[in-house]
Each structure stands twice: as C-alpha cells, then as structure tokens.
C-alpha cells in the first residue's frame, strides 16, 4: 500500500467512543486493507459488505459494522458473534479455527479470519490512523515494581526539556491535556492508538 493511499485513508476514520471508529466519506471498501493483513475470506462477497464502522464492542455494532472479535482475559468478543449479527453487521473479523464458513454461508455478511485479531486489530489501526508511532519516540517500561514511578519521572523530566510526552500505564492514559481512566479498552484519540500491556511513556514530537 502507497504511502499516499495510507494517507488518504487516515484522513477520513473519526473516534466515536472508546474502540470504535467511524469513515466520514460513505462507504469504505475494507478488501483495500484485508490483503495488506493478510486475512482470509471465509464467507461472503466483499462488495456487498459495506464498511462504515469498525468496532470492538458488540453492543455498538449497526449496519455496516465491521465486527472485531477480540479474545480477552475476561471476556471472548467471539461469544457476541451472533449479537453482533443480530445487529445487522456487515463484516467480522475472527481468529481462525473458532468458527466454521458454514456458520454464516446464508447470511449477508462477511466473514474475514486472522491468526490473531488482537495483533490485527493494532495493525489496522495503524492503518487507519496513518501509523502514528512512526513519529514518536517510545520509551517502554517492564518490570515487577516501579513501572508506574518511572513513568512519571520520564514524563517530568521530558516535559521540563520543553517535550510533550505521554503516559500509557494501568493508572490512566494521558497526553498533554488529555486523560482517559479507562485503561481496558483501547483507545482512538486524534492520530493515535493507545493500548496498555505495560507501562509506557512516549515523547510525542
């Protein structure tokens, strides 16, 4: 894919809460990124199967809803299959193996199948939002205790030097004068996609 059609798509998805992303110009032929993720098509023909949504959470599924199925520690996205169908949702996104092409073959939607939809979905999102830690310095923090102490000197110390840094942690997300609490869900916000398997700090520039 172009740098120029990446760009062009970036331009055109908004947040609309917390895991769901809307396109601004219509309808969005989603086969553009499939190939670049390498997703296979279980059921369904792609251009019957318009996309102007993409969402991680069933109950904000409509029509034309591209449905992610993530598997969490909690809570199995593919467990909301059918509600997310019920919703009249145009697409999923599924792990291989955890449902059958038949399933859905006298249905009108389309069936798209990662290895992982967790690792997908991060990669669509950089997709969408035009790779945005391309133009960041990350800094990532592991360990067993003071993961979230490093992080706030980091941020000190970097905002003192005239940087505008960020913090991902299991505390909050924030980024100059922006914060969200809610650190199970991943996040759209501007140009970026937050997630949080540690703690990190990141100076955006």
């Known amino acids: 894919m172009s740098q120029k059609q990446q760009n062009r798509i970036a331009a055109t998805w908004v947040c609309s809460v917390?895991?769901?992303?809307?396109?601004?110009?219509?309808?969005?032929?989603?086969?553009?990124?499939?190939?670049?993720?390498?997703?296979?098509?279980?059921s369904g023909t792609p251009s019957n199967c318009p996309i102007t949504q993409i969402t991680i959470d069933s109950r904000?599924?409509?029509?034309?809803?591209?449905?992610?199925?993530?598997?969490?520690?909690?809570?199995?996205?593919?467990?909301?299959?059918?509600?997310a169908v019920a919703s009249?949702?145009?697409?999923?996104?599924?792990?291989?193996?955890?449902?059958?092409?038949?399933?859905?073959?006298?249905?009108?939607?389309?069936?798209?199948?990662?290895?992982?939809?967790?690792?997908?979905?991060?990669?669509l999102a950089g997709i969408l939002f035009g790779y945005p830690s391309s133009s960041m310095t990350l800094f990532g923090v592991t360990g067993?205790?003071?993961?979230?102490?490093?992080?706030?000197?980091?941020?000190?110390?970097?905002?003192?030097?005239?940087?505008?840094?960020?913090?991902?942690?299991?505390?909050?997300?924030?980024?100059?004068d922006f914060r969200c609490t809610d650190t199970y869900s991943v996040l759209f916000y501007n140009t970026g996609t937050l997630t949080s398997p540690t703690d990190t700090a990141n100076n955006g520039r």
Do not use: M, W
């Open 18 to 42: 917390p895991g769901t992303v809307e396109y601004s110009l219509g309808d969005f032929d989603f086969s553009i990124v499939a190939g670049k993720l390498g997703l296979s098509l279980l």
């Open 60 to 83: 904000k599924v409509k029509s034309g809803s591209l449905f992610i199925a993530l598997s969490g520690s909690v809570n199995d996205g593919h467990d909301f299959i059918d509600q």
């Open 88 to 123: 009249n949702c145009s697409a999923l996104l599924v792990e291989k193996g955890r449902i059958s092409c038949e399933r859905f073959e006298n249905q009108a939607v389309c069936v798209y199948e990662a290895t992982n939809s967790r690792e997908c979905y991060g990669r």
């Open 144 to 176: 067993t205790n003071g993961k979230t102490s490093v992080t706030y000197l980091l941020e000190s110390i970097l905002r003192e030097s005239g940087k505008r840094p960020g913090v991902l942690g299991t505390v909050d997300y924030r980024y100059y």
